[in-house]
């Protein structure tokens, strides 16, 4: 809908020389807070990424040139969120979108998957199933994006797969309901949609962008090791393993984070009928391991009943000689299938298979890669690992913000299943004594929900001297630095 801002959270960093128009939309501006407001006027409102230069784009149905960014300005992330068409298959759209990013392997485009959740588009299974909105959204190298509650709920509007060949869609979920981010003139709103959730995903992409680069000497990543360690480091939500509503799971940027700095990642390339094995050594202690592989595939011919061109297959090898396959959801057009949870298969459809064992016994795992189908090959992969214990780590807050007595905050953590509850407290005094916040924090949760102390024997709570602690089975762990708790100030100014 034209220019982003004027708005201060984009100050010097926007690049809008193609765009002609102005209308009266705030679609844009709204995307591109999320993506990278910089919450110069209102830090509560920082978006994902808030230090990225943005080039804003014209609309345009058959895509800005991504490419041409790509090479003149050093564009890597792509973010689009609006529809076109509804369980479209394998358009001239997604075949361009796919080969975009095979020839320039930096690049990702990072797509919403849509509104449409309710609506019937014709996948076979009436209402509620098959109904992602755009050709472009279904393409095999993207990331589609579901909608996501603060409470990681799935909205009821967000799109679901399957993509019109059966293939996983959408790839992941993010928040995408009451989202706080800019319009034009120095003001905010909030907003809901996969539009949304989308720039979300896409600021984390370029969060993740710039880890691999201070990691590996200012380099670029490829695009298919950044997907796959995006989808491999997902929390799991609804049915075990992947599903059609949520894709992999919540993009958990910590957790990719850690994929990247612990080397927990190899590439490879593979061709026809050939094989190629990995040696995974897993410690005793694991919690659960998760082992994803991942390829950019080439494009399929435009309305190919099938997408994948590739087809590789992985399975695993237990150290007891057990033959462990990746997760593989049923297709068929029927509501109850669809609905079905994941077992182990052979996936003849998708150019991603993970594999995951909890509680997994020590000792060396072998992963067989087999060149199924590789028509056009050498076939370049990436495999992303896991190892999962039983540590706990406060994800929210870790110090520095600002809370606000009687206000309710989601306390976060990163956590492995168990079936035992956390114990959650605070200190006022730079841990000299600590306050019980609840005993029962959920079992197989990731959040509680707090009220933010307003007194303490009658005195009203203002310190600079808060932390939050989390604990289960002897194992804890609390905010890296002091927090605040205060009353918002009144400040008035004039001139």
């Not at 797509?111 to 992602?132: E, K, L, T």
């Not at 509501?335 to 459809?349: E, K, M, R, W």
Request: net charge negative; charged share 15%.
């Amino acid at each position: 809908d034209g220019f982003v801002g004027p708005h201060i959270d984009f100050k010097g960093r926007t690049e809008q020389s193609s765009v002609q128009n102005d209308f009266a939309g705030d679609h844009g501006d709204m995307v591109a807070g999320i993506l990278a407001g910089a919450g110069n006027l209102n830090p509560a409102y920082t978006g994902m990424a808030k230090g990225a230069k943005l080039h804003v784009r014209q609309y345009n149905s058959s895509l800005p040139q991504s490419v041409q960014l790509h090479n003149d300005s050093g564009v890597m992330v792509f973010s689009s969120s609006y529809g076109n068409g509804c369980n479209g298959g394998y358009t001239s759209l997604c075949r361009q979108v796919d080969q975009e990013i095979r020839l320039y392997p930096s690049l990702i485009q990072v797509f919403s998957c849509g509104n449409s959740g309710n609506s019937d588009c014709g996948y076979g299974a009436g209402a509620g199933w098959g109904n992602v909105t755009g050709g472009h959204k279904q393409a095999k190298n993207v990331i589609a994006v579901a909608n996501l509650t603060q409470i990681s709920n799935l909205a009821g509007s967000s799109s679901r797969g399957p993509a019109a060949d059966g293939r996983i869609k959408p790839d992941v979920g993010a928040k995408g309901t009451s989202v706080n981010s800019t319009l034009p003139n120095n003001t905010y709103d909030s907003f809901t949609g996969t539009s949304m959730a989308c720039p979300g995903v896409a600021g984390c992409m370029a969060q993740l962008y710039q880890a691999y680069k201070e990691l590996n000497g200012n380099i670029n990543p490829p695009s298919a090791l950044m997907k796959c360690i995006v989808l491999n480091s997902a929390d799991d939500l609804g049915n075990p393993g992947p599903d059609f509503k949520h894709g992999w799971g919540e993009i958990n940027v910590l957790r990719g984070l850690n994929i990247l700095e612990n080397n927990n990642y190899e590439s490879g390339t593979i061709t026809q009928g050939s094989d190629e094995d990995h040696i995974l050594n897993i410690p005793a202690g694991t919690q659960e391991i998760k082992i994803m592989v991942y390829w950019h595939d080439k494009e399929a011919s435009t309305n190919a009943s099938v997408a994948l061109v590739n087809d590789l297959d992985i399975n695993l090898t237990t150290p007891s000689g057990n033959t462990i396959y990746p997760w593989v959801l049923d297709p068929t057009p029927s509501s109850t299938i669809l609905n079905t949870p994941a077992v182990q298969g052979v996936d003849n459809l998708n150019n991603m298979e993970q594999i995951t064992i909890k509680n997994p016994p020590s000792g060396a795992y072998i992963l067989s890669i087999n060149g199924t189908t590789v028509p056009y090959g050498p076939q370049q992969y990436f495999m992303t690992y896991e190892i999962k214990s039983s540590e706990i780590t406060l994800t929210y807050p870790i110090g520095g913000e600002g809370l606000v007595p009687g206000e309710f905050e989601l306390i976060r953590w990163d956590a492995p299943e168990d079936n035992n509850s956390f114990v959650l407290e605070y200190t006022l005094d730079n841990g000299l004594n600590w306050n019980t916040i609840t005993n029962n924090a959920g079992v197989n949760s990731n959040f509680y929900n707090w009220n933010i102390p307003t007194s303490i024997n009658g005195v009203p709570v203002a310190t600079d001297a808060a932390r939050v602690r989390i604990s289960r089975n002897g194992i804890s762990d609390e905010s890296d630095a002091n927090f605040t708790i205060i009353d918002v100030p009144n400040v008035s100014v004039n001139w």
